[in-house]
């Protein structure tokens, strides 16, 4: 129950096209979900984060998605540029995002130019 | 915004020997700091979570005399990685929250080499 389960694994889009990684949970008391980029040898940084009460957030070109009833979220990138390429990870955390985080298993995005 | 830094950013030492790596919450204070492990190409594995002034609560199968964690004030934390062995190589991550706002913050990670 405490899993997150994250896909695809990998995902290759061309500039300009729009990645999708979905995320799926089964903690009812998750109540905070964040999106994490990392590029390789850094740590991750927190990209965008929503909370149950609202189904959807944007920020610049990325959006997350939540159906709550469904216990899915997923991250759009709108037209994804090369830079985007990194490794995302989504997570969930109850206490408002105080407490631990569950990770999901990451997927490895790459933006062909 | 809040940040974290971790030092060093990469580390060589030998078989046996010992190694500190720091974690500094910079601009708030950081009443919870969590203790990540990250093999290549996996997600994050949560070793430990401390809090300020008490002991820290390891994750089941890591083992607390190897990875020393010490929380001692509100703006560091410190895992020491005892007795060094090759598969003690790894990325190590921390992160911290002041457990007011919401999320917490990672460090830029440390790579540890056990030669």
């Known amino acids: 129950q405490q899993q997150v389960k994250q896909s695809p694994q990998s995902l290759i889009v061309q500039k300009g096209g729009i990645s999708i990684i979905n995320c799926a949970y089964e903690n009812t008391a998750f109540d905070y979900f964040p999106w994490y980029q990392q590029f390789p040898g850094k740590g991750p940084a927190l990209l965008i984060a929503i909370r149950p009460d609202v189904s959807e957030k944007k920020e610049g070109r990325f959006t997350i998605s939540f159906n709550k009833s469904a216990k899915q979220f997923s991250l759009h990138i709108m037209d994804s540029q090369p830079g985007d390429s990194a490794t995302y990870f989504c997570?969930?955390?109850?206490?408002?995002?105080?407490?631990?985080?569950?990770f999901g298993t990451g997927t490895r995005l790459k933006v062909l130019a | 915004g809040a940040v974290v830094s971790q030092h060093p950013s990469r580390v060589i030492c030998k078989s046996g020997t010992s190694v500190k790596i720091e974690c500094r919450s910079l601009d708030f204070q950081a009443t919870t700091m969590f203790w990540y492990r990250q093999f290549p190409k996996k997600s994050l594995m949560l070793m430990a979570t401390s809090n300020e002034g008490s002991k820290a609560t390891y994750e089941q199968g890591v083992e607390k005399d190897k990875f020393l964690i010490n929380h001692a004030s509100l703006t560091l934390s410190t895992l020491t990685v005892t007795s060094a062995h090759p598969e003690d190589s790894s990325f190590y991550i921390c992160?911290?929250?002041?457990?007011?706002?919401?999320?917490?913050?990672f460090g830029s990670g440390t790579r540890l080499t056990v030669v």
């Open positions: 992160s911290a929250t002041d457990s007011k706002n919401y999320g917490y913050t």
């Open positions: 997570a969930a955390s109850t206490g408002s995002g105080t407490y631990k985080y569950i």
